[in-house]
């Protein structure tokens, strides 16, 4: 003999309308309101310290083209050196590479994040620091490249020093050396025409205390 299985009838859908605590809801309408006040204050303090530190860079002559990208970098090769080189305390780092590869961003992002972290920067192309150098105000102006937290030297080699003028700029770095002040040097040297340049004992100084890399590839400038 078979049996049927016994199953519960289903419960008839209630047709009562759902209340809605109003008092309740009251209640949550300061906070609420207090919360979305913090959101907004907050989103604007961080929108005025991004403008001063983009304020700050700007006037330690960082170039408003490497700014825009130093302040949200890809994690590429020369930006994860500089990185990796802020963390070591290392003082030299020294990209080296053609044209377009990255080495002028990463400068860049570690002028943002020294500063970030308090330190004073100062940024200087070459041909720059070579002509104030030879001035009249050299010996005044490299006091200033010395004492600075952290200086940035880009494409070092397109400069026309004089004799006086490079014997300014090699007490600057070798200062900086002594002192473990932190110094950034970008150039499109390959690594032995930059040794001759600066010098075989400076570039060995800088390789030995700090991190060099010769960087290749297609230029990143323009792309995506």
């Not at 907050?42 to 960082?62: C, D, F, I, K, P």
């Amino acid at each position: 003999m078979l049996f049927r299985s016994a199953t519960a009838a289903p419960a008839p859908a209630s047709s009562a309308p759902v209340g809605v605590d109003h008092a309740r809801l009251g209640a949550l309408k300061p906070a609420l309101l207090s919360l979305q006040l913090q959101i907004r204050s907050a989103n604007h303090e961080a929108l005025l310290t991004h403008r001063a530190l983009e304020a700050s860079l700007t006037r330690a002559g960082v170039p408003s083209r490497v700014l825009a990208v130093a302040m949200a970098p890809r994690p590429e090769g020369p930006v994860v050196l500089a990185r990796e080189w802020l963390q070591s305390g290392k003082p030299w780092l020294v990209l080296l590479g053609s044209t377009g590869v990255g080495k002028s961003v990463a400068a860049g992002v570690a002028c943002v994040e020294a500063a970030q972290a308090g330190a004073s920067v100062l940024w200087l192309p070459a041909a720059e620091l070579a002509t104030r150098a030879g001035g009249f105000d050299g010996q005044t102006f490299a006091l200033r490249c010395k004492g600075v937290g952290l200086l940035v030297v880009d494409d070092f080699g397109t400069e026309h020093a004089s004799d006086f003028a490079r014997s300014v700029m090699l007490e600057v770095l070798m200062h900086r050396h002594e002192n473990g002040e932190r110094t950034v040097v970008t150039s499109n040297l390959a690594g032995v025409d930059f040794a001759k340049r600066i010098g075989s004992r400076m570039a060995d100084r800088m390789r030995n205390a700090g991190r060099s890399k010769e960087f290749a590839g297609p230029s990143l400038r323009g792309a995506a």
